[in-house]
C-alpha cells in the first residue's frame, strides 16, 4: 500500500449525506438512489452504525445486502464515503463481555440499547472491531465507487470519558510514560495539598467522583489521556484500513459549540482529511456565528487545507431542547458559510429521514412529508448552488487575524473550584470571535504553538492555561512588530495547572505591561461601567499599569480605577490587554480599533448588513472567489467585481446583495 498520505479526490464540491438503507427496503432504496441523483448528491456515507447487520453472531458475516447497496449507488455515480461500521457494539458483543460498556464517574455502568455503548480502553471492544474492519477492508477496500474511509462515528461523542477498570489500568500506563517516575506526578498534580501523595503506581485510579472537589492536576490529565485514547482506537483501525486499501481516512469531527472531549489539534496529523459535523445549538445567543467560528476552527485543524463537512442538518435536530426549524433560505446560507470558510464538501445527516429510533424528529434531505416539501425544494436548489461553485473546491481563504484556542486552556478553566462558576472558556472565545465576525473580519483560529508570522492581528481570549514557550513565541512575534490583544485570565496556569505567581498573566505580564494583583469577577446581573462608557460584565480585575497605556479604566466595582483596557508597546509590535467582558457593541469597537491599527480590512469594503455580513475569499491560481453571505434583513452594498456565478450576472464596484442572500463573485487575478 501507498506511503504516501492519499488525499481526498473529488470533481468539484462535494454534495452528499449520511445514508442508513439498514432501515428501509430495496424497493426503497431504488427511490432512494433516483432521488438522490436530482438533488446532485454525488458522496454518500454509509454502513455507520452497520456491526450488527453484518456480523449478527460472533464470527458470522453477512455482506450480501452492503455489497448490493454499494453497486447500486455505484450504477448510479455516487461515490462512496464508507464506514467500518463499528461506532456501536452489537448486543450479543455486550452480553459476552459485560466489561466493554462504559463507566461513568460515579462508578455505574452505562448499558446497552443507545449508542456508543463501549470504553476506548477495553480490550476486547477493540479486537472485536478490529476483526470486523478487517472483513470490511478485505471486501471493499479496492472497490472503485470508494471515495474515502469513515472510521466509527464522531469517536468520544457519548464516550469520551470513562471511568471502569480497564480504564484505570490504560490511565496508569498512560501516567507512567508521561511521568517516568511517581515523583515527577507528585510534583506535576500538586499532590501535597490535602495529603493525596501516590507511593505506587496501582495507588491511582481514574478521577471518579470524590465527596469533595477532585485534584485538578489529575482531571486535566485524564482530559489528555482520554483524548489519546480514542486517537489510538482511531489508528488502530486506520491502520487494519491501510494494509487493504489506499483511498483516503477520515473520522468526523464534533467541532461544534459545547463537545469539548478531544484535543483535535493532536489529532489533525493523523487524517487524510479533516471532515467536521456541525449543528446549529440554538441554545447559544447567536447560533450563526458560532457556526462560523467552527467552520474556521475546522480550518485551522485543517491547516488552511480544504476540508470536509460531513454532517449538518437541513433543519431542526432531535437533541435540543426546542427543535428549531430552518428559516427559508437559512440551510442555503449555513452551507455556504462552510463552504465560504474552507469546506469541500457540503453533506448532511441524513438522506431520508427515519420513521423509528431516537432520530424520527430529526430533519433530513428528504423529509417525511416526501418531495412535495418546501425544504427538499431548497436541497435540490443548492445542490445546483454546490455544482455551480465546482472550480472553488481546492482554493485556499485568506485571513490576516489569528484567534488562538486550545482544548488545554478550556478544560483548565472549566475546573470543579474556579473564581465564577459565570465563567466559561467558549464564551470568551465566542465573543472575541463574535467581534471579529461583526466587523466582517476573517478569522483563522490557531493552535497555541501557531507561527503567526503571516498575521497582522492575533487574538487570545482567555487563554488560561499556557506552555510558556507557546506565550513566548506570542510575545516574540509581538515584539517583532505584531500587534495582539490578550484577554483576562490569560497566562494564569501553566500545563501542570501551576499558578505563574507574581502576578496573573504570568508570561504575558512583561508584553503587557500590567501588574495583575488579584481577580475580582462581578455578580450575575452587575453591569460594570468604564471611563470610555463602555459597559462590561462578569470579571474585573484590580490591576495598575507597569509600561502600559491605560485606555479605559473601571469607575465602578470591586476594581474601580483600575485599568480595564490598557495597549502596551512591546518591542515594534502593540500589547493590548482587556481585563473584563465588554458588551458586543463595545467589543466591537475595541476591536475596530485594534484591527485598525494594526491595518486589518475586511476581504471586501461593505456597507450596511452590519454585523451579520459574512465576506471572505477564498484563492486559487487564476482566480479568487468572494463569499458575500447576507444575514441581514436589509440588502448590503459590497464594493467587488466579476462573475457572480450563483445568478451568472457580472457584477461591478459598489451593488447590492439582497436580505438573506448568498453571492459569490469570481476574481481576476492579476
Ligand atoms: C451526529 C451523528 C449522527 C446523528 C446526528 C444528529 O452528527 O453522527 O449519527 O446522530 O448527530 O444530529
Redesign the pocket.
Known amino acids: 500500500m501507498s506511503a504516501v498520505q492519499p488525499r481526498f479526490q473529488h470533481t468539484g464540491i462535494a454534495f452528499g449525506c449520511?445514508y442508513n438503507p439498514e432501515q428501509w427496503s430495496p424497493e426503497v432504496w431504488d427511490e432512494d438512489i433516483r432521488l438522490m441523483s436530482e438533488a446532485g448528491v454525488d458522496l454518500v456515507a454509509i454502513n455507520?452504525?452497520g456491526w450488527s447487520h453484518l456480523e449478527p453472531r460472533a464470527g458470522e458475516f453477512e455482506f450480501g445486502a452492503l455489497a448490493d447497496i454499494i453497486e447500486r449507488l455505484h450504477r448510479a455515480g455516487i461515490r462512496i464515503n464508507l464506514g467500518t461500521g463499528t461506532?456501536s457494539a452489537p448486543a450479543w458483543l455486550v452480553r459476552r463481555h459485560p466489561e466493554i460498556l462504559p463507566m461513568a464517574e460515579d462508578g455505574t455502568r452505562r448499558y446497552q440499547g443507545g449508542r456508543q455503548a463501549w470504553c476506548p480502553s477495553s480490550p476486547e471492544f477493540r479486537s472485536a472491531a478490529l476483526r470486523l474492519v478487517r472483513e470490511v477492508a478485505e471486501r471493499f477496500g479496492d472497490h472503485p465507487a470508494l471515495a474515502l474511509w469513515h472510521v466509527s462515528?464522531?469517536l468520544g461523542?457519548h464516550n469520551a470519558l470513562c471511568f471502569c477498570p480497564n480504564s484505570d489500568a490504560a490511565f496508569r500506563y498512560w501516567l507512567r510514560r508521561r511521568y517516568g517516575n511517581i515523583g515527577a506526578l507528585n510534583a506535576a498534580w500538586g499532590t501535597a495539598f490535602w495529603s493525596q501523595t501516590y507511593q505506587e503506581w496501582s495507588e491511582i485510579d481514574t478521577p471518579r467522583l470524590t465527596v469533595s472537589t477532585r485534584n485538578p492536576g489529575q482531571m486535566l490529565d485524564f482530559r489528555r489521556f482520554s483524548s489519546d485514547e480514542l486517537l489510538a482506537h482511531y489508528r488502530s483501525e486506520a491502520e487494519v484500513i491501510r494494509s487493504y486499501s489506499d483511498a483516503p481516512i477520515t473520522t468526523?469531527f464534533?467541532l461544534t459549540s459545547h463537545i469539548d472531549g478531544l484535543d483535535y489539534w493532536s489529532w489533525a496529523d493523523d487524517m487524510d482529511v479533516i471532515a467536521n459535523?456541525h449543528?446549529l445549538d440554538h441554545r447559544l445567543s447567536d447560533p450563526t456565528v458560532e457556526l462560523a467560528f467552527a467552520a474556521d476552527l475546522t480550518r485551522g485543524i485543517s491547516g488552511n487545507e480544504p476540508w470536509l463537512l460531513m454532517?449538518h442538518?437541513v433543519g431542526a435536530?432531535?437533541?435540543q431542547p426546542i427543535n428549531l426549524a430552518k428559516a427559508a433560505g437559512q440551510m442555503t446560507r449555513n452551507s455556504l458559510t462552510h463552504v465560504a470558510r474552507g469546506a469541500d464538501a457540503v453533506c448532511f445527516?441524513?438522506w431520508r429521514a427515519s420513521v423509528q429510533g431516537s432520530?424520527k424528529y430529526?430533519s433530513a434531505m428528504l423529509p417525511h412529508a416526501g418531495t412535495n416539501a418546501a425544504s427538499w425544494r431548497e436541497v435540490c436548489e443548492l445542490g445546483e448552488i454546490v455544482g455551480s461553485l465546482s472550480e472553488v473546491a481546492g482554493t485556499r481563504v485568506e485571513s490576516e487575524v489569528a484567534l488562538v484556542f486550545s482544548w488545554e486552556a478550556w478544560w483548565a478553566t472549566e475546573e470543579e473550584s474556579r473564581p465564577s462558576h459565570a465563567l466559561g472558556y467558549l464564551d470568551q472565545v465566542h465573543a472575541a470571535y463574535g467581534a471579529l465576525y461583526a466587523l466582517g473580519l476573517t478569522v483563522d483560529v490557531v493552535a497555541p504553538d501557531a507561527d503567526f508570522t503571516r498575521y497582522k492581528l492575533v487574538v487570545a481570549p482567555g487563554l488560561h492555561l499556557v506552555r510558556e514557550q507557546h506565550a513566548r513565541s506570542l510575545t516574540d512575534w509581538v515584539f517583532a512588530g505584531g500587534t495582539a490583544l490578550i484577554t483576562f485570565y490569560s497566562g494564569t496556569v501553566d500545563e501542570d495547572d501551576r499558578v505563574w505567581a507574581g502576578g496573573y498573566g504570568g508570561p504575558f505580564r512583561e508584553a503587557l505591561g500590567v501588574h495583575v494583583e488579584e481577580f475580582a469577577p462581578v455578580a450575575a446581573g452587575t453591569v460594570l461601567r468604564l471611563s470610555t462608557g463602555a459597559t462590561a460584565r462578569l470579571w474585573s480585575e484590580r490591576s495598575t499599569a507597569t509600561t502600559a497605556r491605560v485606555e479605559a479604566t473601571f469607575i465602578d466595582g470591586p476594581a474601580r480605577d483600575a485599568p480595564a483596557i490598557t495597549s502596551n508597546a512591546w518591542g515594534a509590535g502593540q500589547a493590548w490587554y482587556l481585563s473584563t467582558l465588554l458588551d458586543h457593541s463595545d467589543y466591537t469597537d475595541l476591536l475596530a480599533t485594534v484591527s485598525g491599527a494594526a491595518g486589518v480590512h475586511s476581504a471586501v469594503p461593505f456597507r450596511g448588513g452590519e454585523g451579520q455580513l459574512e465576506l471572505v475569499r477564498r484563492r486559487g491560481e487564476a482566480h479568487s472567489y468572494v463569499f458575500i453571505i447576507n444575514h441581514a434583513d436589509a440588502a448590503a452594498t459590497v464594493e467587488v467585481s466579476g462573475l457572480e456565478m450563483i445568478t451568472g450576472v457580472n457584477v461591478q464596484n459598489q451593488w447590492q446583495v439582497p436580505a438573506g442572500a448568498v453571492r459569490v463573485v469570481r476574481e481576476a487575478l492579476a
Open positions: 449520511d455507520i452504525f461506532a462515528n464522531e461523542c468526523n464534533m459535523d449543528y454532517e442538518s435536530v432531535n437533541w445527516f441524513q432520530e430529526h
